[in-house]
């Protein structure tokens, strides 16, 4: 039974949400860590047409010190929580699964995931971003809703 509130102690968003087409990349939008510790982000697929050449698609995460693409840089692996290399999809038969999960350490002001295909790669992929531990607990939280049947 559940017994404690985390809903109020986190701050939810989108992080991505793209359709893949061959290899261009896609990012998301920058989610501002000003005021919070920590960060994960969720991966899940909508339909993978085609997952692309062997090497599927891939997700990495960026961070910088201010908004400017041109300024964001990869994430060092000893500031993450999970491997990037985990959310690799290789299957065109990955429709609709949740891929998994990686967290972000590092002492950035922004940080946001992209995905990035092979030849031939179409599948749509959407990363929710999950922010805790906030200089103010209780207070920021967004939630979208569920939609109605």
């Known amino acids: 039974m559940a017994q404690f509130d985390t809903r109020n102690d986190a701050e939810y968003g989108l992080a991505l949400g793209a359709v893949l087409s061959g290899t261009a990349k896609a990012s998301g ?3 501002d860590m000003q005021g919070w510790e ?6 899940a697929t909508g339909v993978v047409t085609d997952a692309g050449a062997a090497g599927g698609f891939a997700f990495q995460m960026e961070e910088s010190d201010s908004t400017a693409s041109a300024d964001a840089t990869a994430v060092s692996d000893s500031d993450l929580i999970g491997l990037e290399s985990a959310l690799t999809v290789t299957a065109d038969t990955d429709d609709n699964k949740l891929i998994g999960s990686i967290g972000y350490r590092g002492g950035k002001r922004y940080v946001r995931m992209t995905a990035t295909g092979t030849t031939g790669t ?3 992929v959407s990363v929710a971003a999950i922010k805790r531990m906030g200089a103010v607990m209780g207070v920021a939280s967004i939630d ?3 939609a109605a049947t």
């Open 29 to 31: 939008p920058w989610i």
């Open 144 to 146: 979208a809703g569920t």
């Open 122 to 124: 179409d599948a749509a």
């Open 38 to 43: 920590a960060v994960t982000f969720t991966v």
